[in-house]
């Protein structure tokens, strides 16, 4: 099993800056990618960024050039940098893990605020 826990949420105004970290514990070795997605109210989750094992990142195109997945392998963490924040990034953001056989583990988000 692999567990996933959030944290970095929080308010902040137009054109700031927040970080989010997941850390992850359990069966690591299982997993293949690590990603964030994130849901608005009254609207579907979405796809937010991922890291592949290999390092490979890729962004969905609302978010490419302002956020920036990392991770630190001897922490056992993954991160999601948002800069230039905008009021349209208002969402529970997720942390997702996908096994190498297609599992996929969520956390139990973070919620974050952009307003003025």
């Known amino acids: 099993q692999v567990q996933l826990v959030e944290s970095g949420g929080g308010l902040v105004q137009p054109g700031g800056s927040l970080g989010l970290s997941c850390v992850v514990s359990g069966n690591i070795f299982a997993i293949n990618a690590m990603a964030w997605y994130r849901q608005a109210p009254g609207k579907q989750r979405e796809w937010v960024a991922i890291i592949i094992r290999d390092g490979t990142t890729n962004y969905a195109d609302s978010v490419k050039g302002r956020f920036t997945i990392s991770r630190d392998n001897a922490k056992n963490t993954v991160y999601l940098q948002m800069n230039s924040l905008k009021p349209e990034d208002t969402a529970v953001y997720y942390c997702?893990?996908?096994?190498?056989?297609?599992?996929?583990?969520w956390g139990q988000g973070t919620q974050v605020t952009v307003s003025s």
């Open positions: 997702n893990a996908v096994e190498r056989s297609g599992n996929r583990h």
